[in-house]
Each structure stands twice: as structure tokens, then as C-alpha cells.
């Protein structure tokens, strides 16, 4: 089924058969490597900013929506992805999905004003790493930073 049909079908929506981790680039030249993904732009820029202030966090590239973000990150391999849930062009999830497929072992952070309970379960399902939510903002570079911290752990 191409990407269209399953825009246009939000009941189907396939978990990906998960293959052979990588070894996830934790850490930049900077600390802790991180891909931005929001389709709003004003937001992108104050979480950009946030993550400037936060020594050991680096921010490799950000993207307006899904599919964007699946090429950079195949480009960039950060250590942790902060993405939004709902986008056009590829939903958060939908990338999500693509990216644990290619590596189960990529931290993933979905992030959302907007959380339904069937987002909590397709997130689980897929392996994201954490759900939370954008009044929360303030605690995305710590949480950014733990999340590198203990993919070495694993």
C-alpha cells in the first residue's frame, strides 16, 4: 500500500516488523544529538533555543513534517528525536514507525498538545520512547539528555 492510501485510512496503521538495532549515535561533538520535528515554525525556534541554553544537547537539523524528518535523520542519525504527533505530509507516528523499523533501537520522543488515548497505545505499539506533552516543554532537554544516557545502558 503506498503512502497516500495510508494517509487517507488513519484505522490502518501497520506496526513495523522491527530489525536489527544499531548502535545509536548518542553523542556529537557537543553532547547529546538531536533531530527537531514540528511543523510549526515558531515552535521549532523556541525549542531550538531552549536546547542552545542546555549545555551537552545539540540540535543537528529540525524538520517541518514526517517525511522530511525520515531524510534527515537517515542523514544525520541523532540519538534522540523529538517529533510531533500530527503533521502534514507524514504523521509523527507514521515516521516514527519507519524509523523503529530501521533501528528499534532509535529514542524517540513524541510531542503534543493533543494526545488521544489511541496515540498512548499506537506509540507504545510502535516502541516510541516517551510521550509528552508541549505545556511541558521546559523539560524536553533533560529529558533529551537521560534518554542518551541510558541507550548506553541498554
Same mark, same amino acid.
Given at each position: ?58 540540535? =543537528? %537539523?529540525? &524538520? ?5 524528518? $525520515? ?5 544525520? *542519525?541523532?540519538?534522540?528525536? +523529538? ?38 497505545? =499506537? %506509540?507504545? &505499539? ?5 510521550? $509528552? ?5 521546559? *523539560?524536553?532537554?533533560?529529558? +533529551? ?10
Amino acid at each position: 500500500m503506498d503512502y497516500q492510501a495510508r494517509q487517507n485510512d488513519s484505522v490502518r496503521f501497520g506496526v513495523p516488523v522491527q530489525r536489527e538495532a544499531r548502535t545509536p549515535a548518542a553523542t556529537c561533538s557537543a553532547g547529546v544529538s538531536v533531530l527537531l520535528v514540528d511543523d510549526t515554525l515558531d515552535l521549532l525556534r523556541l525549542l531550538r533555543m531552549l536546547f542552545d541554553f542546555h549545555d551537552g544537547v545539540e540540535v =543537528l %537539523a529540525e &524538520a517541518h513534517d514526517g517525511l522530511e524528518a $525520515l531524510q534527515l535523520w537517515r542523514v544525520h *542519525r541523532p540519538a534522540v528525536v +523529538v517529533m510531533d504527533l500530527r503533521m502534514p505530509v507524514m504523521s509523527g507516528l507514521e515516521a516514527a514507525a519507519q524509523m523503529l523499523a530501521e533501528d528499534p533501537g532509535q529514542r524517540i520522543v513524541m510531542f503534543s498538545a493533543a494526545f488521544r488515548q489511541v496515540d498512548y497505545q =499506537l %506509540a507504545d &505499539a510502535i516502541g516510541v520512547t516517551r510521550c $509528552l506533552d508541549k505545556r511541558d516543554f521546559e *523539560r524536553l532537554p533533560e529529558l +533529551v539528555a537521560s534518554l542518551a544516557l541510558t541507550a548506553h545502558q541498554v
